[in-house]
């Protein structure tokens, strides 16, 4: 019979995992404006690979949605994609996240 282990995060590991994900992103962040964008186009650009419609990332950013909307085509129109699909995948590969 196998044992089932159930792990659980400290309150101190929790925070520790939430400081590692922010120097993590903020990484993220300077390749992309290494590579020529922005620090807000930045973030939209890892936004973007997340998936989050112009909405979702007015909404995270406190942005107008159509503040959001010129910050995509910027990043868009920076890696010469047709589609948001080919922006996330310009942000993957710039930011290491795929080869």
């Known amino acids: 019979m196998s044992e089932i282990i ?3 995060f400290l309150p101190a590991d929790a925070e520790t995992h939430a400081e590692i994900a922010g120097k993590v992103r ?3 962040i300077a ?8 620090y ?7 936004l973007i690979a997340e998936g989050m419609t112009d909405q979702e990332i007015a909404e995270r950013l406190f942005l107008a949605v159509s503040t959001a909307k010129g910050h995509v085509a910027s990043v868009r129109a920076h890696f010469q994609a047709r589609n ?3 922006a996330a995948l310009s942000v993957l590969k710039v930011t290491g996240r795929l080869l």
């Not at 807000?40 to 890892?46: F, G, K, M, T, Y």
Request: charged share 50%.
């Open 31 to 38: 390749r992309l404006e290494d590579a020529g964008l922005t």
């Open 26 to 28: 903020e990484r993220r």
């Open 84 to 86: 948001r699909t080919e």
């Open 6 to 8: 159930e792990w659980r």
């Open 40 to 46: 807000r186009e930045s973030q939209v650009a890892l």
